[in-house]
């Protein structure tokens, strides 16, 4: 079979790291371009020092919005070389504006994903024009260099951006469609599933779940950047936004659960109904890759016809299995709705065909939800709090970078500022991702000294040592965002060859380069450690609490809305984000919790327990809010909706350290009526009744977890 190069071709040039990266290497070879013409290859290098740090600090927007980025990113970059260069003949006033700047540089980011990318390529650059205060003519020359690298790179991007303005939203929501195949894929394992197995699955579906949110919230930061109140959007955008919108229905569909799937084996007691339905998963995960491929490579879709062949054959196999094993009512119906339900995922599917490419934007779109819009000076002071964790950070940071100076200057290091780089990019908010990125560092510092010997020894020409170094941040660009290691092991071969190309000093600094990394390494490590730990099982019960009241709201909004005309409005796709956001952080959270001190591991299978019965409790709710349309309300539904609601309540207040009141009475009995739609209501109001009991029992275990948490 012939290799389909135009279609790899494609594929690289859509993979939204090399798309990155591909940005990065245009800035670089103008930069070539001009060393060869000035043979300035000292300047070459400071230049591309600020292409890599603008590259970092760049954040995705629109047109407009890139420009006012990019002039606050130049501001910020001068300011920060010039007070470096300025100050660093006298050590003592440098030490207290290296603090200072860094507590504000990392208290501004705490005003939005912007200004901390900003910030940080600020820190960056400071650290860069350590590099070279020494031995610059002047106090102006470095910050202007690296300022003009700065500039030079975001014009290159500006430009790339006004000819693809929506290349990165169809990266970002290919990757949402990715994340739901990932997730229908790691369903389809329920069938079959036993008890044990079944709560394994669970566990991983709420992992896959995070990678799901992030990448629908991504998508949605995107649209809300291109999106304008004022003008009709274009055609493609409108597509892009129909496309969003139909994946998070179908989300709210993939993640929805119709019956307790352990115990499927043992009722259908037909394998080939089970087959039957791990068909239709694997199928539709298939579809879900398939769309998001079409949607990153640019390429119609094309819906496959099987799908609905699987379906109608799976609905015959369970009718004639039912004459045979005469299912009761209880078991029938909610097969039958997750046969729907499975139909649905498929009708939406095929309806991205036309909503890929439409001719022309429809009259009004429906409104996405922005964030609110806080005053910078009020956002800032709930942050100034020795509970914010954006003002521990700030605090750690700041020392951490002052000690690396300190080390320095007491040994007299004088490439020793690689201590400093390496604390900052390895030092994070939390123990798990700071610990994450230490191992990652020294592994790829190690990989890239190694491979740095032999080309420094191999390459000696100064012209090639820069294609290298432009090749290297290429390679960097790449591999930044999704391994950091490999990451680490390029960049360290770009510092190599800048040394190399501004001191002559490559080999020398193969050694110093190792201890400065394994001195960063340790001083982050002992930042986050020892200094207001943030260990996660402090973050638990919050987490947990706050992950309960949202599905409490959340299927609040699923009753409210039973047996209306379906709609996607913006409030009920609100809540059940919120839901979605709040399960995603508790996941999260369990998963750093692993990598955690195993003294630290405090109430380890209680909060494994938690984890995934709240997951499941937000399947039971998104099977309600997926037939909600279908679903006729039964005698008394209100009062078993405040039921469940309180008690999910009371356990969240059980979990925060508060003690809501008891409500008088326990749930109403729930008689299955005559209708399928009343059947599977009530069925899952059960369901969802029983998990409230059983988490509002172990939030009741939970007191010794929320004291260990305060102590």
């Not at 409108?238 to 569909?253: H, K, N, V």
């Not at 099987?306 to 004459?323: K, M, S, V, Y």
């Not at 001719?359 to 709090?385: C, E, W, Y």
């Amino acid at each position: 079979m012939p290799m389909d190069f135009s279609g790899l071709l494609r594929r690289l040039l859509t993979d939204s790291h090399i798309y990155f990266a591909l940005k990065v290497l245009l800035a670089i070879l103008g930069l070539l371009a001009f060393a060869l013409a000035t043979g300035d290859i000292q300047l070459t290098v400071l230049l591309s020092l600020g292409v890599v740090a603008g590259a970092i600090a760049e954040t995705d927007d629109s047109l407009w919005g890139r420009v006012k980025n990019l002039a606050m990113t130049l501001v910020c970059f001068l300011f920060a070389s010039l007070c470096v260069q300025y100050l660093f003949p006298t050590p003592w006033l440098f030490a207290l504006g290296l603090a200072g700047s860094t507590f504000i540089f990392v208290m501004v980011g705490a005003l939005g994903q912007r200004y901390a990318t900003i910030s940080f390529g600020s820190l960056l650059i400071a650290i860069y024009t350590m590099l070279g205060a020494a031995k610059a003519p002047d106090l102006f020359y470095q910050p202007l260099a690296l300022g003009a690298g700065a500039l030079w790179y975001g014009l290159v991007s500006l430009v790339w951006l006004w000819l693809l303005p929506y290349k990165t939203l169809h990266e970002q929501l290919a990757q949402s469609y990715f994340a739901l195949g990932r997730y229908l894929l790691e369903k389809s394992r329920f069938f079959p599933a036993n008890e044990h197995g079944a709560q394994a699955i669970r566990h991983n579906l709420a992992q896959l779940n995070i990678n799901l949110v992030n990448a629908l919230n991504l998508t949605k930061t995107a649209l809300n950047a291109r999106l304008s109140t004022r003008h009709q959007a274009a055609p493609e955008l409108a597509g892009l936004l129909r496309l969003y919108l139909l994946a998070l229905e179908i989300q709210e569909r993939a993640t929805s659960s119709h019956y307790p799937y352990s115990k499927l084996e043992a009722e259908l007691k037909q394998g080939i109904v089970l087959d039957g339905f791990q068909e239709v998963f694997l199928q539709l995960s298939e579809a879900c890759q398939r769309l998001g491929y079409a949607i990153l490579v640019h390429k119609p879709y094309a819906h496959h016809k099987r799908i609905h062949w699987t379906l109608e054959a799976l609905g015959d196999q369970l009718e004639f299995t039912h004459l045979k094993q005469h299912y009761p009512k209880t078991l029938l119906t909610p097969m039958k709705f997750l046969r729907r339900n499975l139909a649905s995922i498929n009708e939406l599917l095929a309806s991205a065909e036309e909503l890929q490419n439409p001719a022309a934007p429809p009259a009004s779109l429906p409104p996405l939800a922005r964030p609110v819009a806080l005053p910078l000076l009020t956002l800032l002071k709930q942050h100034l709090t020795p509970d914010s964790m954006v003002f521990r950070h700030a605090l750690r940071l700041s020392l951490g970078l002052v000690v690396g100076y300190g080390i320095l200057q007491a040994f007299s290091l004088d490439k020793g500022y690689w201590i400093l780089l390496t604390v900052l990019f390895v030092c994070q908010p939390s123990y798990s991702a700071t610990r994450r990125r230490l191992v990652q560092r020294m592994l790829g510092t190690f990989a890239g000294i190694l491979i740095g010997v032999p080309v420094l020894w191999l390459f000696p020409e100064l012209h090639l040592q820069l294609g290298i170094m432009g090749l290297a941040a290429f390679l960097f660009f790449t591999q930044v965002r999704s391994n950091y290691s490999a990451a680490v092991c390029f960049i360290t071969l770009y510092v190599l060859m800048a040394f190399n190309l501004l001191d002559g000093i490559g080999f020398a600094i193969l050694g110093p380069r190792l201890l400065d990394t394994l001195l960063g390494c340790l001083l982050s490590y002992a930042l986050v450690a020892w200094l207001w730990p943030d260990w996660q099982y402090k973050r638990l019960p919050t987490l947990i609490a706050n992950s309960l009241s949202a599905n409490a709201r959340y299927l609040s909004a699923v009753l409210a809305s039973l047996h209306r005309q379906r709609d996607e409005s913006l409030d009920y796709r609100v809540a059940r984000k919120c839901a979605h956001l709040a399960d995603s952080e508790l996941a999260m959270a369990w998963q750093s919790m692993l990598v955690e001190p195993s003294k630290r591991r405090r109430f380890l299978d209680l909060c494994f327990t938690l984890t995934w019965r709240n997951h499941a409790l937000l399947s039971y709710i998104s099977a309600l809010g997926a037939h909600r349309d279908r679903l006729e309300p039964i005698e008394g539904l209100d009062e078993i909706s405040r039921h469940i609601s309180h008690t999910l309540e009371r356990a969240a207040g059980h979990l925060a350290g508060e003690m809501p009141a008891r409500l008088e009475g326990s749930c109403p009995a729930i008689a299955p009526d005559s209708s399928e739609e009343q059947l599977m209501l009530t069925q899952q109001l059960n369901l969802i009744s029983q998990l409230a009991d059983e988490l509002l029992m172990l939030a009741n275990d939970g007191h010794l977890l929320t004291r260990q948490g305060n102590a």
